[in-house]
């Protein structure tokens, strides 16, 4: 059985930073595409970040949204199974539901992941 477990959310005063992670069972780690999604209330879920598979087109290169490029960073430990978002001098427009999801191809579309996680509250806030 696929599994993904979220950890790491909070509350966080802006400028701070936090570290999410995804711990993965169930599959071969590194044959999938791994990215990270948020849902802000009452808007669309959006891509964060996604790493393609170690033997995917795109050989483990990791991707980011405009929106936290250069403030977040995503890394993959294989042998824990374990994918992390280091979100640095996050700011409240980061406040949001934190998803991992998995899926053959990876991408920003939502619709390319089969299996998602719980995901994990982050709110910034002073």
């Known amino acids: 059985e696929v599994q993904l477990v979220e950890s790491g959310g909070g509350l966080v005063q802006p400028g701070g930073s936090l570290r999410l992670s995804c711990a993965a069972s169930?599959?071969?780690?590194?044959?999938?595409?791994i990215g990270w999604f948020r849902q802000a209330v009452e808007k669309e879920r959006e891509g964060v970040s996604w790493?393609?598979?170690?033997?995917?087109?795109?050989?483990?290169?990791?991707y980011y949204a405009d929106s936290v490029k250069g403030r977040f960073t995503m890394s993959r430990d294989s042998p824990q199974n374990t994918v992390y978002l280091q979100m640095d001098n996050l700011q409240p427009e980061d406040t949001a539901i934190y998803s991992c999801?998995?899926?053959?191809?990876?991408?920003?579309?939502?619709?390319?992941?089969?299996?998602w996680g719980q995901g994990t509250q982050v709110t910034v806030s002073s």
């Open positions: 169930g599959f071969t780690f590194d044959d999938y595409a």
């Open positions: 999801a998995v899926g053959p191809w990876g991408g920003f579309n939502q619709d390319e992941y089969n299996y």
């Open positions: 790493m393609d598979s170690t033997g995917g087109t795109h050989n483990g290169t990791t």
